[in-house]
């Protein structure tokens, strides 16, 4: 890891406890340290150590390599908890990843084993819900306390926060990409037809167009440039892709009523191509319901490392008062004593 220093005017964290925030994904993890003032240091992406039913413990390991790392890029920064992100279904309560079929784990206590590995508090958390944190203490979200932050990406997840709370469901809520919008639908890795990313991700607007016209495009901007471009293949799975979206949002609202939709992720970069049409769709669909404000994101990629130091913050204030007990301040002594 080659030590950096981030611009803190484009990380809006502030001033608080030191943290570590680690976000563990599919391929790669990314991770960086916090200091006090908020800024972001050491911020580093590495493979992320797939070893089949091995995978959970590779990464913890990797999670305590990191730490130990930052001890040495940054010798004065004492980081007081540790933000740990990672995909699947996720039981922020408990601190267990339920399941991950990518990477090959079910109800691992990924916070008890973390914590005992690194010494720090831990929290652990989904990586969407992460960002939509974010999003909601930071970004896009702040005016509102009834909110969704919808990341579209190679999927689709949602962060929910009803009367200014995240609502998890005990890692169940927020799944949005498994709404079913089509029942004779593509068929979905996750066992169901017609799920919402199997037409509006991507991932899905990338593969669909292959599969119609037997051209593989670079990605789901590819095809957007050729919707643009008059290309009517392209042309029938935007919009399809807008419709199902559209439907999405309209039975979040009826449901939901959030104040706002904020989206980020990949797709949401393409500005008004998405925004415009998405607007009109939803409040076509809509007649007596709340019309949520149908927003982009304002936190780019690192979205997730932020709300995860948020979240190891909250953690690190709440423990204080123990950390810095007498007690335990003379156990965590005697303890290096009998370890030295």
Known sequence: MTPNAVNSEALPLGDGDAVIAIDVGGTDTKAALFDESGQMLGLSRTPTPLDGA???TSVITRVHELTQQFAVDFPGVSPRAVGLLAPGLVDDDAGIGILSTNLHWSNVPFKQLTEQLVQL???????????GEAEFRLGA????????VMVIG????????????????????????HAIVDPNGPVCACGSRGCLETIASAGAIARRYEERTGVR???ARDVLARAADGDVAA???WSEALDALALS???LAAVLAPEAVVIGGGLAQAGDTLFVPLRERVDALLSFHRRPAIVPALIGENAGLLGAALRARDLARAAAPALDSPALVS??????AALA
């Open 54 to 56: 091995n995978t959970a």
């Open 121 to 131: 508090p831990t929290t652990f958390t989904h990586d969407v819900r992460a960002a």
């Open 141 to 148: 979200g702040r005016p509102y306390r009834d909110l969704v």
């Open 154 to 177: 190679t999927g689709i997840a949602a962060s929910l926060f009803v009367d200014g709370h995240a609502h998890t469901g005990g890692g169940y809520a927020g799944e949005i990409g």
């Open 217 to 219: 495009p670079t990605g």
């Open 235 to 237: 042309e029938q799975i």
């Open 249 to 251: 949002i309209a039975q």
């Open 331 to 336: 156990s965590a002594l005697g303890s290096s």
